[in-house]
């Protein structure tokens, strides 16, 4: 498969915690909640890595059931992560309930569950990643 690449533009000034960010032609803000000193303007960043995840598995599946023709009406999908930063490296769990509707068969259950699975941020959080910051 090819390489891609993504950009993202993030900007934060004295607002606490609010983050502006860009990409492509979309604005999106992250905050954090009240209790945690910011304003709740918007998904934390944990919850944006989760919406990252739902998103492209539910978009994979789509895509999946409409080239098999397959009844899919509906998915929902509720994602919930824990994470453990008490230690090195931080554990983390995120567990990913799904729920179809339509007249498929176990078979095409099964096969759509195991799709998600092969989403292409799926495979980039459980792959090995490398992150570097710089100075601009």
Not at 3 to 10: I, Q, R
Not at 21 to 47: M, Y
């Given at each position: 498969m090819a390489?891609?690449?993504?950009?993202?533009?993030?900007t934060i000034g004295n607002d606490h915690y609010q983050t502006k960010?860009?990409?492509?032609?979309?604005?999106?803000?992250?905050?954090?909640?009240?209790?945690?000193?910011?304003?709740?303007?918007?998904?934390?960043?944990?919850?944006l890595l989760l919406a990252a995840l739902a998103s492209c598995k539910l978009m994979t599946m789509r895509m999946y059931a409409d080239r098999k023709e397959w009844p899919l009406e509906k998915i929902d999908a509720l994602l919930e992560m824990e994470v453990d930063r008490s230690e090195l490296p931080v554990q983390s769990r995120i567990s990913c309930r799904l729920k179809l509707t339509g007249a498929l068969d176990a078979e095409q259950q099964a096969r759509l569950v195991a799709i998600a699975d092969k989403c292409p941020t799926h495979r980039v959080l459980t792959g090995q990643i490398e992150i570097q910051s710089h100075l601009a």
């Open positions: 390489k891609n690449t993504y950009k993202l533009e993030g960010l860009v990409t492509r032609s979309h604005h999106l803000v992250a905050d954090e909640p009240n209790e945690l000193g910011g304003e709740d303007l918007g998904p934390t960043p944990d919850e």
